[in-house]
């Protein structure tokens, strides 16, 4: 394990996997890494089975934090200038159509959160 921010993190193949799986699909794998960093989690991933060094948890530790620090930039983009206009559309539409509580929805921090996410997974997404 090692220490972000006082909180104790779990280096594991699982966890690069799934880490790699998001940055691809968010697309900040190749903008935030640079080319040794990127070779260094696919190396890691297909050679070690178990993450024993304590240098190599440290160093993978910070490629964690560059790409969950980009990650969160861009989901906080999107969800402003993405996931709120969308959150207010349709909550206009759910109120015309009667549903009482979808004035909420626009105020909602997951609900617009949420929209931005599936926004990239959109295919039309640069």
């Known amino acids: 394990m090692v220490r972000i921010n006082r909180t104790r993190f779990l280096v594991s193949r699982e966890k690069l996997i799934k880490i790699r799986t998001v940055a691809i699909r968010t697309g900040v ?9 990127r070779g260094l989690v696919e190396l890691t991933i297909r050679v070690v089975k178990r993450i024993g060094s304590l240098l190599l948890k440290r160093v993978l530790t910070s490629v964690f934090r560059k790409l969950q620090t980009a990650m969160e930039n861009k989901i906080a983009y999107l969800a402003k200038k ?45």
């Open 29 to 37: 794998w190749y903008k935030t890494l640079d080319r040794a960093e």
């Open 82 to 126: 993405v996931g709120k206009p969308l959150a207010e559309k349709l909550s206009l539409i759910a109120q015309s159509w009667g549903n009482a509580s979808a004035f909420l929805w626009k105020t909602e921090h997951n609900f617009i959160r949420f929209l931005a996410i599936m926004y990239l997974d959109n295919p039309g997404y640069p």
